[in-house]
């Protein structure tokens, strides 16, 4: 079975930092099948918005509201995505969840992340 799981999240106050994980089982995220990997946020009462993107070519893309602030990576070793949060604001507040696109669309469970003000 392929699956996504993210972890990481929590609370925290405005101006810290956390490090959300984002593990696949089932399937390499270095494998053909997957062109890129993501990190998207819903907020209560609003849509799932893109953060940050990393290609197969670890090319990276971010929201603008999270530039310079937020980093993706990833090990392919461990088969995870990383998102590296620092300096994080109330308006960061949401569930975290990853994505794998290409040929095939997964998305994991999600993570809670709380920023105090």
């Known amino acids: 079975q392929v699956r996504l799981v993210e972890s990481g999240g929590g609370l925290v106050q405005t101006g810290g930092s956390l490090r959300l994980s984002c593990t696949a089982s089932?399937?390499?995220?270095?494998?053909?099948?997957?062109?890129?990997m993501g990190w998207y946020r819903q907020a209560p009462g609003k849509q799932r918005e893109s953060v940050a993107i990393?290609?197969?070519?670890?090319?990276?893309n971010y929201a603008d509201t999270v530039k310079g602030r937020f980093t993706i990576s990833r090990d392919n070793a461990k088969n995870t995505v990383y998102l590296q949060m620092n300096s994080l604001k109330p308006e960061d507040t949401a569930v975290y969840y990853c994505k794998a696109d290409g040929i095939i669309r997964i998305w994991g469970q999600g993570t809670q992340v709380t920023v105090s003000s």
């Open positions: 089932g399937i390499s995220i270095s494998s053909s099948s997957i062109i890129r």
């Open positions: 990393i290609t197969s070519d670890d090319s990276t």
